[in-house]
């Protein structure tokens, strides 16, 4: 059982859009969000994290906003470009550093 | 260079055929951790490691175990693979368990169990 839900599957956006990427998790242990960025015959690579008493943590272009009670956090990438196009990941971890992943969104920015 | 190698990066072999693929990193991490990435399920925590000889399950441990006896290497071991275990893998170290940017992955390791 998932226990960190990821939406859309894919996103298709035309450059300079915005994309976003949501996430729902169910356990409220949870008390670290990152999201990784990971291209094709690569590993991923941590992209931007936040913690839950923050409801908001913006680097560059990307952009976590949180909402604790609704248990939801989202990827926001400001002025989508074609070198964003890879698959994102949002994670959720314990405080026993378990580290559970969403099933992954392929975003793709047309040029 | 800091980097997580892993060995091999593709594998083909039969079941119950015992394998290791190893991971090796040069950063002095403290922490060390085994992803399995199949399709639709994103990457799934198979072991995990704080220290040397300091490790506990993920989400999927089954049908795998780990060792580290040096800071620097965390094998994944398969003692009798399953076709269910054909995925890839991936290792990864960080200074601390989630903390900052300091999060490397490893390459992957393609592997198929006929």
């Known amino acids: 059982q998932q226990q960190v839900k990821q939406s859309p599957q894919s996103l298709i956006v035309q450059k300079g859009g915005i994309s976003i990427i949501n996430c729902a998790y169910e356990?409220?242990?949870?008390?670290?969000f990152p999201w990784y960025q990971q291209f094709p015959g690569k590993g991923p690579a941590l992209l931007i994290a936040?913690?839950?008493?923050?409801s908001e943590k913006k680097e560059g272009r990307f952009t976590i906003s949180f909402n604790k009670s609704a248990k939801q956090f989202s990827l926001h990438i400001m002025d989508s470009q074609p070198g964003d196009s890879a698959t994102y990941f949002c994670?959720?971890?314990?405080?026993?550093?378990?580290?559970?992943f969403g099933e992954g969104t392929q975003l793709t920015v047309n040029p | 260079e800091a980097q997580v190698t892993q060995n091999p990066r593709y594998l083909i072999t039969v079941t119950g055929k015992k394998l290791t693929v190893t991971c090796s990193q040069n950063?002095?991490?403290?922490?060390m951790s085994w992803y399995r990435q199949d399709p639709g399920l994103g990457l799934r925590q198979i072991y995990y490691?704080?220290?040397?000889?300091?490790?506990d399950k993920g989400d999927v441990p089954e049908g795998y175990k780990v060792s580290r006896k040096e800071k620097r290497n965390f094998p994944l071991i398969l003692e009798s693979p399953s076709p269910n275990q054909t995925s890839l893998y991936f290792c990864?170290?960080?200074?601390?368990?989630?903390?900052?940017?300091?999060?490397?992955f490893g390459p992957g390791t393609r592997l198929l169990v006929l």
């Open positions: 990864a170290s960080s200074p601390r368990p989630t903390g900052g940017k300091a999060q490397y």
């Open positions: 356990n409220t242990a949870f008390d670290y």
């Open positions: 936040i913690r839950p008493d923050v």
């Open positions: 994670a959720a971890r314990t405080s026993g550093s378990r580290l559970t």
């Open positions: 950063m002095n991490h403290e922490y």
């Open positions: 490691s704080m220290n040397v000889e300091v490790t």
